[in-house]
């Protein structure tokens, strides 16, 4: 089974912002699924899903961004799930708005939420799924991260959101490379 998780901050306050841009994608898949959340025991949202025949688990922690691997280790062990079949979804400042990154595995890129999950799984060897918010022209990056989308930013926004959700059902339905093929162009 592969599981989904996205990262993001529990909770109304960070509900629009960049750092949250993988529990929207979760979020927006979860809709055009018709499926809910439900609470589990651990430090997560759970929402079972399947795309063609393949059945999949999407994952939301309410650990906070920076602690998301505590749930993610949870869910590993739980499901007996490998590191690989593990796709995290995630904002990145590192790439421009609305670009989207598929890898393989990889470092955490100086993301806490990756470097979380990397110190708990004790891999780097997990797929994740990049979503661009830009870098900050100036300021805290911190403040930027936990800020909200601009107006002029949100229709850029919806359109990498419903590509990363083409991109899953990509990944679920015909793996990684098709999944990456898709994400990485454009």
Not at 21 to 27: E, W, Y
Not at 35 to 55: H, L, M, N, Q, S
Not at 96 to 103: A, F, H, S
């Amino acid at each position: 089974m592969l599981v989904c998780v996205g990262l993001g901050n529990p909770g109304r306050r960070y509900a629009e912002t960049r750092h949250n841009l993988g529990f929207m994608v979760l979020d927006a898949l979860a809709g055009d699924l018709e499926v809910r959340w439900k609470a589990e025991k651990g430090f997560y949202f759970a929402a079972e899903g399947t795309i063609g025949d393949a059945p999949f688990r999407m994952v939301k922690p309410t650990t906070y961004v920076n602690r998301a691997g505590i749930a993610v280790r949870e869910v590993m062990d739980r499901c007996s799930v490998p590191p690989e079949r593990i796709l995290v979804v995630l904002d990145d400042v590192n790439l421009p708005l609305g670009r989207l990154r598929l890898r393989r595995k990889g470092s955490a890129g100086g993301h806490n939420g990756l470097a979380s999950i990397i110190a708990q799984v004790g891999s780097e060897d997990f797929p994740r799924l990049r979503l661009g918010i830009g870098m900050p022209e100036s300021g805290d990056l911190i403040e930027y991260v936990l800020g909200a989308f601009d107006e002029a930013e949100w229709p850029t926004v919806r359109e990498a959101i419903d590509r990363a959700v083409e991109g899953i059902r990509c990944f679920v339905s015909e793996g990684p490379d098709a999944a990456m093929n898709f994400c990485n162009a454009g």
